[in-house]
């Protein structure tokens, strides 16, 4: 075993209360490294089972470079089936859950089985627990998060996950998510409540602390060049809504379930910072710290949750909005697939949402109450079910974020083609079409984005296994990563390796899906994108669209999982 993994994998069976660990294999590690490939890894054998079937793993998985002090790189993935879309699904959490799973000794934690009442899993360095949690049960995550404040790292579900709503989130204390894909309803599903991971086993032992001090050097030197990063107006200076301006500049805020635009001013850094005049705080030992507090300590809402909520609703108001955010960490929703689930039953139903109404409305969903039990399936299921299919905005079944395609023709091919469904993060093409990181690429062209995207996949696969954070991305290539890998673990590691590693990672989820019924012909945008023009938005051009997306599914065929 090398350097930089712990070597050992918890499991959990919640159906009989079985706990117990067992040797992390070398070929695991070595193929797949850590995050999302070792997640990957882990479930790949149980393609064809029902999201909610007991068998199925949920694997929590960090990476070798956690708790190394390599920056950007404390955050954890969790790897499951998703409810809501029925493709593999990934989604990461910053904050002290990496580091507190590494400091109890474990790569990853693989939980199976459904508890009969409601559980609380309790991890530390020399046991794994399971803990009676009635009293937790059908708490919001603030309160359990409250009661639970010497647990270390501590993630939740609320009410939303309890009543398995298909867009269910794990919360965590830290207030990063496990967002997205509804792995909290699978969660809630298992009657687990709540996990909490305590460790003290100190610092990660490093290979070669000369090589990785240079290596880690060059990474902050490259992190503190990046205007988008430390920059005046970077996310360092004002947090992730420092790309409010930039995406609106270009059209790419969508209201109205992606009929309108939405305008910037009122939602920006510059309006958060006047209202709120927040502080940063960050991950465990990222100095980045691209996340904000007000005065009083709460969090303050993600450019991505901030701008999908504002999108669906009539005359967004910031501190309604951040009240509507706030709302979807207690009651444990995906903010993001919230809002697409309310602008297509809003449009179809011609009910404007005031902002006002979102907490009450939030609720309803939670709890299944009302029109809360239509809203509760998802945009693409409500759309069905009230007869417009073509109402959702959704690829695979799971509601776009707030950035429009018909802006940027990458990010039109990459939500089109990503294993997860309809998401920007798994080929990340904002960074060189809107940031120009790591080299720009043009938004209103097609030409040559099947290779662009294919090979973006790979990296930021091979990106999640480490686990290295997105934004990284923005200033940070492989060769940067591969450096930290060799010096943290003592075995060489090219560029060329972690996107081999990222290849074989894309293909795995690819081939997960297709076991579970999917085809290059799920591989598509929904109509309206081609048809409908905003104020800033012309429609997407159908046949370039076809020709690169064939051509990105001959790129695909040729690689084997």
């Given amino acids: 075993m090398s350097c930089g993994w712990a070597g050992r994998i918890g499991r959990v069976d919640l159906a009989s209360g079985r706990c117990w660990t067992e040797p992390l294999p ?83 934690l693989v939980i199976t089985g459904s508890s009969a009442t409601p559980v609380q899993l309790r991890v530390m360095p020399d046991r794994i627990d399971l803990l009676a949690a009635d009293d937790l049960w059908g708490l919001p995550t603030d309160t359990v998060f409250a009661r639970l404040t010497d647990a270390g790292a501590v993630a939740a579900i609320g009410p939303a996950g309890e009543n398995e709503v298909l867009y269910a989130s794990l919360e965590t204390a830290a207030g990063e998510p496990f967002g997205r894909g ?26 070669d602390q000369t090589a990785f001090a240079a290596a880690r050097q060059d990474m902050q030197r490259l992190l503190l060049a990046s205007p988008f990063i430390y920059g005046p107006f970077g996310i360092h200076q004002y947090g992730t809504v420092a790309l409010v301006d930039p995406l609106a500049q270009r059209g790419m805020l969508p209201a109205r379930n992606f009929t309108a635009v939405l305008p910037a001013a009122g939602l920006n850094a510059a309006a958060l910072q006047h209202a709120y005049h927040p502080s940063g705080y960050g991950c465990y030992d990222c100095s980045v710290a691209c996340k904000r507090l007000t005065e009083d300590g709460q969090p303050l809402p993600d450019h991505d949750d901030l701008l999908a909520l504002a999108g669906c609703c009539q005359q967004p108001q910031l501190d309604a909005l951040v009240a509507a955010g706030r709302c979807c960490a207690q009651l444990g929703l995906d903010p993001v697939s919230a809002a697409g689930s309310l602008a297509a039953w809003s449009e179809l139903t011609a009910s404007p949402i005031v902002c006002g109404q979102m907490p009450a409305l939030l609720s309803r969903i939670a709890r299944r109450e009302a029109e809360g039990e239509l809203l509760a399936l998802g945009a693409e299921r409500l759309a069905c079910a009230l007869g417009q299919p073509e109402a959702a905005m959704t690829v695979k079944g799971l509601e776009l974020p707030p950035y429009d395609p018909r802006a940027a023709t990458g990010l039109a091919l990459a939500y089109a083609v990503a294993p997860h469904g309809g ?139």
């Fill in 26 to 108: 070398d070929e695991l590690q070595s193929s797949w490294l850590g995050g999302r490939g070792l997640g990957v890894a882990l479930l790949k054998e149980y393609a064809g089972l029902d999201p909610f079937a007991d068998q199925l793993p949920l694997v929590m998985a960090g990476g070798p470079l956690c708790g190394s002090d390599t920056p950007m790189s404390s955050r954890c993935v969790l790897t499951g089936r998703s409810p809501l879309t029925g493709t593999i699904f990934s989604c990461s959490s910053g904050g002290p859950f990496a580091w507190q799973l590494r400091q109890a000794g474990l790569d990853a």
């Fill in 423 to 561: 998401t920007h993060l798994d080929a990340w093409s904002l960074s060189s079409e809107v940031l120009r990181k790591p080299v720009p690429t043009d938004p209103a062209c097609f030409d040559g984005k099947a290779r662009v995207i294919a090979l973006a996949e790979a990296a930021n696969a091979a990106m999640d296994s480490l686990v290295l954070c997105r934004f990284a991305a923005c200033a940070v290539e492989l060769e940067e990563a591969a450096a930290l890998l060799t010096a943290v673990s003592g075995e060489r590691h090219t560029a060329g390796d972690l996107l081999t590693i990222g290849e074989r990672i894309i293909a795995a989820e690819r081939s997960f899906n297709q076991a579970n019924g999917f085809s290059v012909a799920d591989d598509r945008l929904p109509e309206r994108f081609f048809s409908h023009a905003t104020g800033m938005t012309k429609p997407l051009d159908r046949e370039h669209f076809a020709e690169e997306l064939q051509r990105y599914q001959r790129i695909r065929s040729g690689v084997q999982a």
């Fill in 182 to 207: 509804g792995l909290g309803a699978v969660v809630g599903q298992r009657r687990l409540k709540a996990i909490t991971i305590q460790g003290d086993e100190g610092k990660v032992t490093i290979a």
